[in-house]
Nanobody, 125 residues
Framework: VQLQASGGGYVQPGGSLRLSCQAS????????IGWFRQVPGKEREGVAC????????DYSRSVKGRFAISRDIAKNTVYLQMNSLKFEDSAVYYC???????????????????WGQGTLVTVSA
């Protein structure tokens, strides 16, 4: 099982970025996939998750209405579209699998199974 996160970069406040999480070694239908972020010195924060079996989505309060998680089964890739970015969205973003097809609560970051390597998002003027 491998996850490869990409798409991070520099963006001005109010701008947009789309992150990608390329999965290999498993089918997206078998696992929930979540996006998490971490700022140095702070705990990792759950941002969004998409369930494997029915594509149900969940978002943290801080990003709801601005971020959208989706997936492309044919490409085995999960995306995080980030719009209306704010300074406080700056972080290293990681994707991770749940232990099964249903997304666990985003607050439970420690029970995820496999993690990608992270991609840096910097929101700066």
């Amino acid at each position: 099982v491998q996850l490869q996160a990409s798409g991070g970069g520099y963006v001005q406040p109010g701008g947009s970025l789309r992150l990608s999480c390329q999965a290999s070694g498993f089918a997206l239908a078998d696992y929930g996939i979540g996006w998490f972020r971490q700022v140095p010195g702070k705990e990792r924060e759950g941002v969004a998750c998409i369930s494997g079996h029915n594509e149900a989505t969940d978002y943290s309060r801080s990003v709801k209405g601005r971020f959208a998680i989706s997936r492309d089964i044919a490409k085995n890739t999960v995306y995080l579209q980030m719009n209306s970015l704010k300074f406080e969205d700056s972080a290293v973003y990681y994707c991770a699998t749940d232990v099964g097809p249903v997304c666990a609560p985003l607050s439970l970051t420690s029970i995820r199974d496999y993690w990608g390597q992270g991609t840096l998002v910097t929101v700066s003027a």
